[in-house]
């Protein structure tokens, strides 16, 4: 594992798989996850469930998930990144549901 970044996965960003919002919240664990944005260009939904807490954000274009990453990773975190979607949570629940879902995991910046 490397310390910040975008870890090595083996698939290239053109192949990131496609995956809706309903798909993303049942396979985190939380299919009534709560709305928080619903906007034209991004829906973003946040759950809590007994393994941690999940903020899934889908996208209408890669460029928008892209601006959006940009803005979001200076603050740090862990995200698993698809085409026009991203999951925000922990290493190892991200870890998990890239298994189930495909992605690559980025990181954010640390700051101390």
Not at 31 to 55: M, V, W
Not at 88 to 110: A, K
């Amino acid at each position: 594992m490397t310390g910040g970044g975008t870890q090595p996965q083996p698939s290239p960003a053109a192949e990131l798989p496609r995956v809706s919002m309903k798909k993303l919240k049942a396979t985190a664990g939380c299919p009534k996850a709560r709305l928080q944005i619903d906007a034209d260009e991004l829906k973003q939904a946040a759950c809590q469930t007994e393994r941690g807490r999940y903020t899934i954000v889908t996208f209408t274009t890669d460029e928008g998930k892209r601006a959006w990453l940009d803005h979001a990773q200076p603050y740090g975190g862990t995200y698993l990144v698809g085409d026009r979607w991203t999951v925000v949570s922990t290493p190892e629940l991200l870890e998990g549901l890239r298994e189930q879902v495909g992605g690559r995991i980025e990181t954010g910046s640390q700051h101390h």
